[in-house]
């Protein structure tokens, strides 16, 4: 069956015989070239299982991509491994991230001559993506330790404690963080899977080949591991914050509680004789007044010394 493909210039000599990239942002074209090719990459649906065709296994691979400037986004690229070619379902036509796979084929020719050396080089360059998105992830996620810390100091030049209002902003991008790491799990969870079925279909055919799919796979599982570390160091964080906001939280009850308690008594005597009536002798008492308010001071001093008795105040 002849194959045609698109080519950019960063294609490798003879890469072209063996990859052809189907851009979503023309959907015309794809449309033409996955008919041609007998292509039918809608047997995956929309989620992320594999599928198979008399000429292709179809392999989805859905990760997380950090544009400078802009908004993370989730993308999708879906491999359709023939015998003879390699057909990418991927946004567009000059997909950036397997911009590192040409140039990886261009220092080992060998990768270009059949669609499993192909596909070896675009799971290398997802993988390398994947690693550095987890990297950036776990350095915000360092950079935000120092910041929210334990929300207990002071903010600079307030002598305010810090509260939940001031951490507002911090736990969004906390709750994004998590949502990222989480996602990249997931990613290298798929990536692996296609490169463990890339291995079988390459192992009697391409023993070296093999053997570099058994590094791939193993630098898949390890950044596996670190997301799943930074995802966990994620969660820490957010429960340590929470945690620290609600002993603030149970901290600010109990000081209204002991003011409660403290004032209530001399609040009670206050309203006693605050009362309107005719006959009240301290009234024409000369001392009237001093026993009052030694009365009043004494109610107040009781609480306060019995709670500090009991270590409440700690």
């Given at each position: 069956?002849?194959?045609t ?11 072209h ?16 070239t996955?008919?041609?090719l ?17 000429q ?38 000059s ?5 590192a ?72 991008r ?13 990613s ?7 490169a ?13 080949l ?28 957010q ?5 620290s ?31 309107n ?9 000369k001392?009237?007044f ?7 001071l ?8 019995y709670i ?7």
């Amino acid at each position: 069956m002849p194959h045609t493909s698109m080519t950019t210039p960063n294609d490798t000599a003879g890469v072209h015989e063996h990859w052809v990239q189907v851009p979503l942002d023309d959907l015309s074209h794809a449309a033409s070239t996955s008919k041609r090719l007998d292509v039918d990459f809608e047997r995956c649906g929309d989620s992320g299982r594999t599928a198979e065709s008399d000429q292709f296994v179809y392999l989805p691979v859905t990760f997380d991509v950090h544009p400078e400037g802009g908004p993370r986004r989730q993308e999708r690229v879906v491999f359709a491994l023939g015998a003879d070619v390699l057909v990418t379902l991927q946004p567009t036509a000059s997909y950036a991230p397997f911009a590192a796979a040409t140039t990886r084929m261009r220092r080992l020719p060998h990768l270009a001559e059949s669609p499993q050396g192909v596909m070896y080089a675009l799971l290398y360059a997802l993988n390398q993506t994947q690693e550095k998105a987890v990297e950036q992830a776990g350095e915000a996620l360092a950079r935000m330790s120092e910041e929210v810390c334990l929300p207990t100091d002071e903010i600079p030049g307030r002598r305010q404690e810090i509260g939940l209002f001031d951490l507002k902003e911090s736990i969004q991008r906390m709750n994004a963080l998590e949502e990222a790491v989480s996602n990249g799990r997931q990613s290298q969870l798929m990536l692996a899977r296609a490169a463990r079925h890339l291995r079988t279909e390459t192992e009697l055919v391409d023993p070296r080949l093999a053997s570099m799919i058994d590094a791939l796979i193993a630098d898949i599982e390890g950044i596996k591991e670190r997301a799943g570390f930074e995802f966990d160091r994620a969660r820490y964080l957010q429960q340590s914050v929470m945690t620290s906001l609600d002993v603030k939280q149970k901290e600010i009850a109990k000081l209204f509680t002991i003011i409660t308690a403290v004032f209530l008594p001399p609040a009670l005597i206050a309203s006693f004789y605050g009362m309107n009536f005719t006959n009240m002798p301290e009234l024409t008492w000369k001392y009237g007044f001093l026993f009052t308010t030694a009365l009043t001071l004494v109610s107040a001093v009781i609480p306060l010394w019995y709670i500090r008795r009991r270590g409440w105040l700690r």
